[in-house]
Structures are given as structure tokens and as C-alpha cells.
């Protein structure tokens, strides 16, 4: 590891506890707050609710760290949920409407990387168009109605608890350790740093750039997908609408934990403590009678603040 990487990974370690105090600190300004809020119901709630945000926004890492950005996860998320729904409600097996989601899922960061590698089109232009295709065809496949008829056995796949903590969240920690193994163990991990801090240089080094940024959006787009399945678990129907907006609070979580727009700098850690924080302040803030509105407010301020470091740190370097 140069350096550079070592002097990287002290500066997101020192991210991750600062993130930390942050959380602590909003939790005993709650708990004071609203003795609602430090209740074993509501920390689980909490812990559900910050699962699919959470891996959205690992997805978002993934694909940050080379440089690029993906804006379609949400809308892979909704696709996934109709897809899903449809399926399941017609009586299709769910472990293998579950697959057919996957591949889709992997098929649509396919294009995007081949939109992005080969087709030369800014990440942020790739994706949007993405984002507004897939959206698309959600409201044509299920013609803007919700899909019921979902088995019971989802709902409570959702609502049920392992060792007194959800499952949503166990799956949510499973995928922080799997992506943190890929970052710091696996050459593809290297590699996906490499494109972000120096794509000349990585390209120069031997890395294949082609099959990197191909496997950096299929990989962040299969989390979607994932997502999505949880989603459907979650709300027990297919809902054309779900997903608006999950692209920019996967993005604001990554940001928030201490990836860099720049790329070469985010971890999955990170995003999930950049999850919680966004969580914390949305449950919070139900909890104290917050206008709803104010809590985008918030969540912006924070994201421009966290980004503002962030260029002020490199400033300095």
C-alpha cells in the first residue's frame, strides 16, 4: 500500500470516529429530548430503516471511489420492487423471481459501465438517462398502480428479529463486512481505488480500466437490486413511486461517511455510519414534531458542510 493510501485510510478511519461521536451525541440530545426515542422499539426501527439506505449508499461507494457517480440506484430499487411483485403475485417461485431481479439488476450497471467505458458519456449523464429509463419502465410494466398480492411469509421476513435484532439489519452488516473484504483484500478493490486517484496511471500499472469500471457498476447496481428485493419486503406490495429521491440520500450517506467526489477516498463503513447519521435525524425528528420539510433542509446542509471539508482538505494538501 503507497503512502498516499496509507495516509487515506487514517483520514477515514478518523471520518468513521468522528461520525461516531456525531451519532452519540444525537442520541443523548434525543434521548433527553423525547424519552421515546431510547426505546428498544424504536432503536429497531431505526435499524430497519437505515438498512436499505445503508446499502444504497455502499452501492454509491463503490462507484464514487473510481471517480464516477450512479443516480439510478433509486430507480433500480423501484424497478426491482414492480419486477418482484409482479412476478411473486403471479405465482412465480420467489427464490427465482429473486435471481431473475439480480440479473437485471446486473444487466442495468452493465449498460452503464458500457455507457460510461465505451460510449464515452459523463458518469452523471449515463446514469441520469439510466435513472429516468428505468423509472420509465416501472410506470409502464405496472401502469403507475401498486401491485398486491404478495405472500404473507414477506412481510414477516421484514418484521422479524434474530438474536432481538432485526434480520434487515444483520443483512445490512453482511454487506458493510463483504464490500470492506473487496475494498481492502481483493485486487479489484485496488483497482477501484486506482481509477479514482489516477486512471492514466492504473491503466498505465496494467489494471484493465474496461472491466473495472464494468465491474464497479454492475457491482453498485446488483446493491440496488438487493435493496429492492428488501424494499418490497418491507412495504409487502409493489409501489411504481418507491425509490424517488434514494439516489441522493445514497449519495449524501457516502458523502457524509467520507467519500470523496473526487474519487479514491469512501469506504463501506463509512457509508453506514453516514446512514445512521441520516436516520437518526429523520427519526428524531418525527419523534420531535419536526416539519418533514426541515429535515431535507437539514440533510442538505450537512451533505454541502461534509463537502465543503472536504475540498478545504484537499486544498490544503
Not at 101 to 119: K, R, W
Not at 166 to 188: C, Q, Y
Not at 269 to 281: D, E, P, Q, R, Y
Request: with cysteine; charged share 10%; hydrophobic share 55%.
Amino acid at each position: 500500500m503507497t503512502e498516499k493510501n496509507k495516509l487515506g485510510s487514517k483520514i477515514k478511519l478518523s471520518t468513521q470516529m468522528v461520525l461516531a461521536l456525531v451519532v452519540v451525541a444525537l442520541w443523548i440530545f434525543l434521548a433527553i429530548a423525547t424519552p421515546r426515542f431510547l426505546t428498544y422499539d424504536n432503536i429497531k426501527n431505526i435499524m430497519r430503516q437505515m438498512t436499505i439506505q445503508g446499502i444504497l449508499g455502499i452501492a454509491a461507494v463503490v462507484v464514487i471511489v473510481t471517480g464516477g457517480i450512479d443516480l439510478s440506484v433509486g430507480s433500480v430499487v423501484a424497478l426491482v420492487n414492480i419486477v418482484l411483485s409482479l412476478m411473486v403475485s403471479k405465482g412465480a417461485n420467489i427464490g427465482s423471481s429473486i435471481l431473475y431481479c439480480l440479473l437485471l439488476s446486473a444487466l442495468i450497471g452493465f449498460t452503464n459501465g458500457l455507457m460510461v467505458y465505451d460510449l464515452k458519456l459523463p458518469p452523471f449523464i449515463a446514469t441520469l438517462g439510466m435513472m429516468s429509463i428505468a423509472r420509465g419502465v416501472t410506470l409502464l410494466i405496472s401502469n403507475g398502480r401498486n401491485v398486491f398480492g404478495l405472500p404473507r411469509s414477506l412481510a414477516d421476513f421484514a418484521n422479524s428479529d434474530s438474536l432481538g435484532i432485526p434480520l434487515f439489519f444483520w443483512l445490512l452488516l453482511l454487506v458493510v463486512v463483504g464490500i470492506e473484504v473487496i475494498f481492502r483484500f481483493t485486487k479489484l478493490g485496488r483497482y477501484l481505488f486506482a481509477l479514482g486517484s489516477n486512471i492514466e496511471a492504473a491503466r498505465l500499472s496494467g489494471v484493465n480500466i474496461r472491466i473495472v469500471t464494468y465491474a464497479a457498476y454492475i457491482l453498485a447496481s446488483v446493491l440496488a437490486g438487493f435493496a429492492g428485493i428488501l424494499e418490497t419486503a418491507r412495504l409487502w406490495m409493489g409501489v411504481p413511486t418507491t425509490g424517488t429521491g434514494y439516489e441522493l440520500d445514497a449519495i449524501a450517506a457516502a458523502v457524509i461517511g467520507g467519500a470523496s467526489l473526487s474519487g479514491a477516498e469512501g469506504s463501506a463503513l463509512g457509508a453506514f455510519f453516514g446512514a445512521l447519521v441520516m436516520t437518526t435525524i429523520y427519526n428524531g425528528s418525527v419523534h420531535l414534531n419536526v416539519n418533514p420539510f426541515w429535515q431535507r433542509v437539514l440533510v442538505g446542509i450537512i451533505v454541502v458542510a461534509a463537502v465543503g471539508v472536504d475540498q478545504l482538505r484537499k486544498s490544503r494538501q
